[in-house]
C-alpha cells in the first residue's frame, strides 16, 4: 500500500503493477517476483527457537523452587547439595527438551497439510496455487467462502461483499467496488476496494491484482490480529484445575515440614531445602512435557489417519467429545448429487424445458472434463451433458445479468435473452421460489398461485418422502435495464421442480453404529427438507429421537431455555439456516455436552468456531478450515472415529501419568512429612529426594505410548478434580504404610544408622514408584493389560540404575549412600512386591466402590 493503488484507473493499476488482467503474470515473472518479494506468508508468533525451547524446561514454579534451594544451599555452604540439586535440575531439562524439540518440529511437519489454495491466473491460465506462492502483480479471483490471501485492488466485483471481523474484530459484511476511490488518506476500513489479507468472501465473486503479500500486507502490520484470545477447552480447563489442587497440597507439606523440622531443632537452612525438595518431590514437574509429548504423539497417529489437528489441547477434546453436530451431505451421503429427472408443478414427469432452465440457471464451470461449482448446478450439467436433447439451445441464449444466492432468500436467478424480450430464470428452495410466484403451470395452462399451492404443496411432500432433493425453477419475462435486483423476483410462473438424488454412503451405517459404541450422539443439522432427511436418517441407521424431524421454523423465535430441552429431546433438525445451528450447538454446550460440530461451508464458521471442536474437510471452504481445530483430509465418519479413538488414547496416557504420579508422590512426601516429627535426622537428604524424582520420571516419560485398555476408549472421558483427590489419598495411604514398615523394620528392628537407612529408603521409594506404574496404568488386573515394550524396558532400565547408584560407592557417596548387603536389596525387593500386591488388592476395592470414578478411567 505504498502507492495510492486506491486511486488509479485499471489501465494505470496495471502498468504500475507490471501485469496483465486477462493473462497474469509468466513463470518467469513470477520466479524474479519471488525472488525479490519473498514467500506470502507472516512468521508464526508462537514458533519457538530452539534456545526458547530449551529456557521454557526451567519456567515454572517447580523449577524456580529448585533454583531456590540450589543458592541456598550455595551460600550455606552446602556445595555438594548445590551442585548436585543443580546437575538434577539440568538433566531433567535436557531430557524435556529433547521429547519436546522433537514433538514440536513433528507437529509443523503436519502443517504442510493445511496451506491455504488461491486462484491466481498465470500465462493465461487459471490455476490452484498455494497462497504462499503469491507475488505482488498477481491477478487473484475471488468466490464465496475465499479468504483474501493478499491485499488485493479489485478491479472487478460482481456484489461482491466481504466480512472484515479477522481486522476489526466486527462480523460484518462490507460491500466492495471495482472503482478508483478519491481518498486522500484512506484508513484500511475505507478502502471499498481492496480485499485485504485475511478477510473473507461471504457473498458474490470478484478479482484483482495482488499489491502487496506476506509481512508488508496490512494484516503482516498488524501484530494484535495475531494475538487473539483462544477459550479455554475443556482438557485445559481440568488441567488448570489440576494445577491449583497440586499447588494447595504443596503449600501444606512445605509450610508443616519446614516448621516441624525447624522445631526439631535440624537447622533452618537444612530444614528449608529439606522442605522444599519436598515440595518439588510431590509436584509433578515433568507433567507439561508429558502432556506435550503425549498430544504430540496423538497428533502424528491421527495424521497417519487422514486427521489433522491444527490445536494440540482439541485432541483431548475429540476424545472427550459425546456429541457430534453435522450436515449430511458427503458424510452420511456421497459428496456429489444426481439429478434424476424434472416434475411439473402438479407431479407429473416433464423434462423438456426443464432441463434447459437449469442449465440457464447455472453457475458451474466446466473446463476439459472437470465441472466445479455447487453440487446442483453441477448435478444439472452432468445430466445436460448426457443428455443434450434435454437442453438443447442453451448455447444461444445471452446471459445479461444475474441475482446472487443468499440464505436469506434460498434462490437465485439469472436473466437472459434470445430474440425477444429478456427472461428471469429462478431456481431455490421450493417454498422460497413458490412464495415469489402468481401463477403455476400445470397440465399446459396457467392457474392461480393461490388455488394450485395445496395441490402442489401436497406432491412436493409426496417426492420428498421418497428421498427426492427439489429445486424449484420459476420463470417471467422482464423488461430491458441494465441492472436487475432480487425486487424484480415477484409475480413469476412456477415451472416445476428439479429432482435430485443423494446417494447413503455405504459405509454410513458401519460408521454411526461405531461412533454410537463409542457413546458420541449424533445430531444431524441440515438446510434440506424435513421428509427427505427422515428418509435418509432410516436409509443410513441413524435413530430419529423423539420421533420426528424437527424443522428450522420451529426452533425461530424459541427462547434458549426452551432450546435446551428441544435439544435434549429431539436431534434431528432440518431447513435450518447457519443462525439456528449456532443456537443449536450452544444449546448443546449448555446442556453439558462436549460437542463437536463437523461444517464445510462459508456459513459454518461460527458454529466451528463455538462448538469445543470445530470439524472441517481438506476439501472445504477456507474459511471453514481456519475455524476448524480439527481438518479431515477424507469427509468421512470412519476417519472421525478413528480420531475418536485416538485422542481417548491420549487422554488415557496423561490420566495415568497424573494419577500415578500424584498417588506415589504423595504417599512418599507425606511419609517423610511424619517421619520428620520422629526421626532424630532427616529422613532423606535434599538430593536424594531429588534424584528419586528424577530417576522415577524416566519411565513415566514413555507413558505417552503406552498401550491403553479397549474399554477405556469406549465411552467419553472427562476430568474429575474431585475423584483425582480421593484417589490420591486412597493410594498414598497405601504407599505411606509400606513407607512406615519400612523404617520401622530397618530403623529399629535392624538398626541401621542414618546413612545406610535414607539409602534402603530410597532404594525402596524409588523401585516402588517404578513397579507400581504397572498396578496403577489400568484398572484391571495387571497380568491382563499388557505395558508397551518401551515402558518395560525403560522401567527395569531405570531400576537397575537405581540399584547401581547406591551399590556403587564411587557413584552414591557422592549423593550421600552407603552400599547395602545383598540380603538388604532383597528384602528391599520383597517389600515393593509386597506394596504392590496390596495397591492391586486395593485398586479392585477402590473401583468396586467408587463406581463413578471407573466410568473416567
Known sequence: MDAPYWRMQKEELLKAAGTDYENGLSENEVQKRQK??????????????????????????????L????????????????????????MSGILGFYQEYRSENAINELKRYLSHRANAIRGGRQMQINAAELVPGDVV???????????????????????????TGESKEVEKTAAALSLEKPAPHELSNYALMGTTVTYGFGSGVVIATGTKTFFGKTATLLSAKIPESDFQLGMR????????????????????????NHGIVESLLFALAVAVGIAPEILPVITTISLSNGALQMAKEKVVVKKLATIEDIGNMDVLCMDKTGTLTEPGMELEGAAEPGGSPVVDGLILYGMLCNN????????????????????????PESAMGHEGYERIDDIEFDFERKRMSVIVKKGGKPLLITKGEPESVLSACSHASMNGKLDAMKGARKKITEKTGLLSEEGYGLLAVATKEVGMKTHYTKEDEEGMVLRGFLLFKSQPKKSAAKSIAELMELGVSLS?????????????CRDVGLEISGGRVIAGSEIEGMDEKRLRKLVGRYNIFARVVPA??????????????IVGFMGDGVNDAPSLRLADVGISVDTALDVAREAADIVLMKKSLAVLAEGVKLGRKTFGNITKYVLNTISANYGNMFTLVVASFFLPFIPLLPSQILLNNFLSDIPLLTISSDNVDEDFVRKPKRWDIRMISRFMIYFGMISAVFDMLTIALFLYFFGVGAALFRTLWFLESSLSEIAVTFIIRTKHAFFKSMPSRLLITSSLFTATV????????????????????AEQIVLVGGIVLAYCLATEAAKHLFFRHYTEFSAHY
Do not use: W
Open 802 to 821: 537405581c540399584v547401581v547408584v547406591v551399590s556403587l560407592p564411587a557413584v552414591g557417596s557422592y549423593f550421600g549412600f552407603v552400599p547395602p548387603s
Open 241 to 264: 484445575q489440576f494445577s491449583d489442587m497440586i499447588l494447595k497440597v504443596i503449600v501444606i507439606f512445605t509450610v508443616v515440614v519446614f516448621a516441624s523440622n525447624a522445631i526439631l
Open 36 to 65: 525479490e518479494y519473498g514467500k506470502n506468508i507472516i512468521p508464526e508468533k508462537d514458533r519457538r527457537s530452539v534456545l526458547q525451547i530449551f529456557l521454557s524446561q526451567f519456567m515454572n514454579a517447580f523449577i524456580y523452587i
Open 67 to 90: 533454583m531456590g534451594a540450589t543458592v541456598l544451599a550455595f551460600f550455606a555452604g552446602e556445595i555438594t547439595q548445590a551442585v548436585t540439586i543443580m546437575a538434577i535440575l539440568l
Open 364 to 387: 458451474a464451470h466446466v473446463q476439459g472434463k472437470k465441472t466445479s461449482g455447487n453440487a446442483f448446478d453441477v448435478a444439472i450439467s452432468d445430466y445436460a451433458k448426457s443428455k
Open 141 to 167: 479471483v475471488l468466490h464465496i467462502g475465499d479468504i483474501a490471501p493478499a491485499d488485493i485492488r479489485l478491479l472487478r466485483d460482481e456484489d461482491l461483499r466481504m466480512n472484515g471481523a479477522s481486522l
Open 580 to 593: 439456528q445451528k449456532v443456537r443449536i450447538v450452544e444449546a448443546y454446550r449448555s446442556n453439558g455436552h
Open 524 to 536: 444431524l443439522l441440515t438446510g434440506d427438507d424435513p421428509a427427505v432427511t427422515a428418509k435418509l
